[in-house]
């Protein structure tokens, strides 16, 4: 029974496969119901917010299937170097004014040289001295480059490894899966948290899913971003079938069931899986954040509309 499974995420226990399994062919309305419960005994009601600014797009060396800013695809995705820092800080001030709690950095590519690395530091020490809490999402980080920007007030670090092992092959070749690991295990242990998820929609089967949630578990990140594939023309999942809103929905709430205590962020895709409402379906099923405006390349969901919702949860 759903209860039992309810009962066994509540006490901190891992969630069995065939007990993930038995979520995903239960009754929507009453996962999510239980999910919402695990969501509010371990995380609270109260919604986490994060901005994004693209500070370095396109020409990326990896052939992630799904990127529009990988430079083996033909995209229209906007190509151009690490951005000036008046920018960062005319976006970061905004973000802040519109009450946003995190705002990101995000630059394209593997990792960055040592030029670049010196623009994302000064762009961390930017940002943390407007009052937001800082976060970068730049690629693979040595330890010595961590520590230098924990050093300078980062507060964490954004690096997904967007699938499961068993299914990463089939979505990019330029780099291993260790890679993204090993990251992510380097900005534990200068002790950043760490925001790492992945995307769903992309090719995986379920038991992809659960294999991706239980190592999330096990490397102890603290926040989950969970994306949604929005195909884009001229990479390989062009014309790829979009996750319908249910399936949106269970994805968010199983993953509750495996990840009761960690902050689960609704990102990229959200408005081109939820026509509308999104904001309340994603909370309905056990999200506690969501990335709020734009994205990468394309526009997100309505800004306005999203605080006036997360304002409602607050109230």
């Known amino acids: ?9 509540l006490g901190g226990e891992l969630i069995s496969s065939a007990e993930f399994f038995e979520l995903i062919d239960g009754d929507l309305a009453v996962v999510t119901d239980y999910a919402q419960k695990l969501r509010d005994g371990f995380t609270g009601r109260t919604v986490k917010t994060c901005s994004i600014i693209n500070a370095r797009s396109g020409l990326c060396s990896e052939d992630c299937v799904f990127c529009a800013q990988s430079a083996h695809y033909g995209t229209k995705a906007p190509v151009f170097p690490f951005i000036d820092l008046a920018k960062i800080k005319e976006a970061a001030i905004r973000t802040k004014e519109l009450g946003v ?3 990101s950095i995000v630059s394209s ?4 040289d040592d030029e670049e690395f010196r623009k994302i530091k000064a762009a ?10 800082t976060d970068i999402s730049v690629g693979c980080l040595t330890y010595e480059q961590l520590i230098e920007l924990k050093e300078a007030g980062l507060d964490s670090y954004h690096h997904n490894l967007e699938t499961s092992e068993s299914f990463f092959p089939n979505i990019c070749t ?16 200068a002790g950043i948290d760490v925001c790492c998820g992945g995307i769903f929609g992309i090719g995986e089967k379920w038991e992809h899913r659960y294999e991706l949630a239980v190592l999330l578990r096990e490397l102890g990140v603290q926040s989950v971003p ?10 390989p999942k062009e014309g790829t079938d979009i996750l319908t809103e249910e399936e949106a929905m269970r994805i968010i709430a199983v993953y509750r069931f495996v990840l009761p205590d960690r902050i689960l962020r609704v990102c990229g895709g959200r408005n ?7 904001a309340e379906k994603v909370f309905s099923a056990g999200a506690s954040g969501m990335m709020v405006g734009d994205y990468l390349t394309v526009k997100g969901p309505d800004l306005e509309e999203d605080m006036e919702f997360i304002n409602r949860q607050h109230s």
């Open 101 to 103: 709690e995190r705002f």
């Open 174 to 189: 330029t780099h291993e899966y260790a890679d993204d690991v090993n990251a992510v295990k380097e900005a534990l242990r």
């Open 124 to 133: 961390v020490e930017l940002v943390k001295s407007i009052g937001l809490q």
């Open 109 to 112: 590519g593997l990792g960055p």
């Open 1 to 9: 029974m759903i209860e039992n499974i309810y009962e066994k995420a």
């Open 272 to 278: 081109a899986v939820f026509k509308s409402g999104g």
């Open 226 to 235: 969970i994306n949604f594939l929005n195909p884009v023309t001229g990479t």
